[in-house]
């Protein structure tokens, strides 16, 4: 097969020359970890309620999710991107905005409706058979002119990690996405670079990236927005009295206020999807109760 978009991408992002090979995430994108330290809080909540001292963090990054937790009381595991999974993962296992950089295949459908493989240049290549089809049909089924990406990588980078959970263990994957009733008709590639969205050529100069097919990856799935609300993050501005006894509290709590909103705000942080798996009845009850609004 002519080469197609995802393999250019794979190189673009994970080649010698690529852009994880040079660049630190964190200076082209913003993600929950960076927004707030409201957010490791409510991930350190969630430990507790599911009685877990440990976390593992997969695509790490530079460990900016550690820190908050470790300064909660918690053991922390770091992978990073190019890192092998160990054969078993205990505790509460976090995927935070690593499903999306896992190249996919970006298809197009023709104006008979057959869908096909884009090509490095965006052009439409082969035909889509096999399992990847059988994917479209399943979770993406598409019109003539519409645009997608086949989730399959996703779906098996995943299991690798759920499969790998011992027991009284979650994984929780957490990510911008959508579901089938709504799946965006054009798709979701897109490029970041130095902080701004860019087109996604694959040179190795910006990240690229795209949504990820929440509900194909198996699991129970629950809004950020619902699942921080439910682990105590709140955006209630503090009384104005407040300002008047305690103005430097006033002013704290004004901050926290205004960094909780934009991690719930529905069209922004709060429209991600969390994606647990548990293993062992308690695990999964306990996970029931804390991420329930």
């Not at 393999?7 to 913003?30: K, V």
């Amino acid at each position: 097969m002519t080469e197609t978009f995802r393999a250019a991408w794979q190189q673009a992002l994970y080649g010698p020359d690529g852009f994880y090979r040079r660049e630190r995430p964190a200076a082209h994108f913003r993600t929950s970890v960076h927004a707030s330290a409201l957010f490791g809080q409510a991930i350190a909540r969630l430990a507790r309620l599911l009685e877990l001292d440990q976390v593992v963090d997969i695509g790490a990054g530079s460990g900016e999710l550690g820190k908050v937790l470790r300064a909660e009381g918690l053991t922390v595991l770091d992978i990073e991107l190019d890192d092998e999974l160990s054969e078993r993962l205990s505790g509460l296992v976090i995927a935070n905005e690593w499903l999306d950089n896992i190249p996919c295949e970006v298809v197009e459908w023709d104006d008979e409706g057959v869908p096909h493989y884009l090509l490095a240049d965006l052009t439409p290549g082969p035909v889509v058979e096999g399992n990847d089809l059988a994917w479209l049909e399943r979770w993406w089924p598409g019109e003539p002119g519409d645009r997608a990406e086949i989730g399959t990588t996703r779906d098996e980078s995943w299991a690798g990690v759920t499969d790998r959970l011992a027991p009284g263990s979650l994984a929780l994957a957490i990510d911008y996405g959508h579901l089938k009733a709504a799946r965006p008709p054009y798709g979701t590639l897109t490029g970041f670079r130095d902080g701004r969205e860019c087109d996604p050529t694959p040179d190795g100069t910006c990240d690229i990236t795209a949504h990820v097919a929440l509900d194909s990856l198996g699991g129970t799935t629950v809004s950020q927005r619902d699942a921080l609300k439910a682990l105590g993050v709140s955006a209630t501005r503090p009384p104005l009295d407040l300002a008047h006894t305690d103005p430097m509290g006033y002013l704290s709590e004004l901050s926290s206020a205004g960094e909780a909103a934009e991690l719930l705000d529905p069209s922004g942080l709060g429209g991600f999807g969390w994606v647990w798996t548990a293993r062992g009845a308690d695990t999964v009850r306990r996970a029931s109760r804390a991420l329930s609004a």
